[in-house]
């Protein structure tokens, strides 16, 4: 198949796109067609045209659902996880390119250290790769100092069919795997905070924790948070005379 490099050729002669050509290129991205005509290149591959095709999460809309996808559990079993099992709790949600790798390890195995402080703020942490069940049980089985995570104090969800990475819009499809996503979800599975971040970059757990702190903060206080806000920092009334109080002490 040519790609969009490729120069239109007709019995062995590079050929110049002619208005025919341009008219039904438009036609067919209009039509979302795949192709028209073998000797047409629309200059989209198969992988913009999947793209276009993901479910697009919006933060404030309620979080994209999943159901029955295999997990391994903090105690070792494999059991079947759904989102709407956490239903009252918030929920964070991280996905991580793939197991026995490099930068993943230490992310998981920071996130499962302090699992702790994110029960402490009704805080459920799961973490998923395209991985299956058992390539995280047998990660798991690895200790931290040979590049496994250990017995991790978080559930490893196994996204084999790749739908949930999909539908949060991480999965690189090239890949196979997804990007670094971060996604918490409130009680009611609203979708609040989404970060994505590249491959070779970690996360912060710290900044995972404010987030979850700032969230929980606001929706209990019905205040806002301003820039750099911690766990004990003042907020401020959204109204424009009671925001007063915190400016003033700027």
């Given at each position: 198949?040519?790609?969009?490099?490729?120069?239109?050729?007709?019995?062995?002669?590079?050929?110049?796109?002619?208005?025919?050509?341009?008219?039904?290129?438009?036609?067919?991205?209009?039509?979302?067609?795949?192709?028209?005509?073998?000797?047409?290149?629309?200059?989209?591959?198969?992988?913009?045209?999947?793209?276009?095709?993901?479910?697009?999460?919006?933060?404030?809309?309620?979080?994209?659902?999943?159901?029955?996808?295999?997990?391994?559990?903090?105690?070792?079993?494999?059991?079947?996880?759904s989102l709407s099992q956490f239903r009252g709790r918030y929920v964070l949600l991280a996905f991580y390119p793939a197991d026995f790798t490099f930068v993943?390890?230490?992310?998981?195995?920071?996130?499962?250290?302090?699992?702790?402080?994110?029960?402490?703020?009704?805080?459920?942490?799961?973490?998923?790769?395209?991985?299956?069940?058992?390539?995280?049980?047998?990660?798991?089985?690895?200790?931290?100092?040979?590049?496994?995570?250990?017995?991790?104090?978080?559930?490893?969800?196994?996204?084999?069919?790749?739908?949930?990475?999909?539908?949060?819009?991480?999965?690189?499809?090239?890949?196979?795997?997804?990007?670094?996503?971060?996604?918490?979800?409130?009680?009611?599975?609203?979708?609040?905070?989404?970060?994505?971040?590249?491959?070779?970059?970690?996360?912060?757990?710290?900044?995972?924790?404010?987030?979850?702190?700032?969230?929980?903060?606001?929706?209990?206080?019905?205040?806002?948070?301003?820039?750099?806000?911690?766990?004990?920092?003042?907020?401020?009334?959204?109204?424009?005379?009671?925001?007063?109080?915190?400016?003033?002490?700027?």
């Open positions: 198949m040519m790609d969009s490099q490729t120069p239109l050729k007709r019995t062995g002669e590079q050929q110049p796109a002619t208005q025919t050509d341009e008219a039904a290129v438009h036609l067919a991205k209009r039509l979302k067609v795949t192709a028209i005509a073998d000797c047409v290149d629309t200059g989209a591959s198969a992988t913009e045209e999947k793209r276009s095709e993901h479910h697009c999460c919006m933060v404030g809309q309620a979080a994209p659902n999943f159901n029955s996808v295999a997990a391994v559990m903090a105690d070792g079993s494999i059991s079947a996880v993943c390890p230490t992310e998981i195995t920071s996130l499962s250290d302090r699992v702790n402080e994110f029960t402490a703020l009704d805080c459920d942490v799961m973490v998923c790769s395209t991985d299956s069940e058992f390539v995280h049980h047998s990660w798991r089985q690895q200790a931290r100092d040979k590049g496994g995570v250990g017995a991790v104090a978080v559930p490893m969800l196994a996204d084999r069919t790749r739908a949930v990475s999909r539908s949060y819009g991480v999965l690189c499809e090239e890949e196979g795997r997804a990007f670094r996503g971060l996604f918490i979800i409130d009680r009611e599975q609203v979708l609040r905070v989404a970060q994505v971040y590249d491959m070779p970059v970690g996360r912060s757990v710290d900044e995972a924790l404010r987030l979850v702190s700032a969230i929980k903060f606001a929706d209990e206080n019905g205040q806002v948070c301003p820039a750099n806000w911690h766990a004990g920092d003042a907020g401020i009334v959204p109204d424009i005379q009671q925001s007063k109080a915190f400016f003033s002490n700027q």
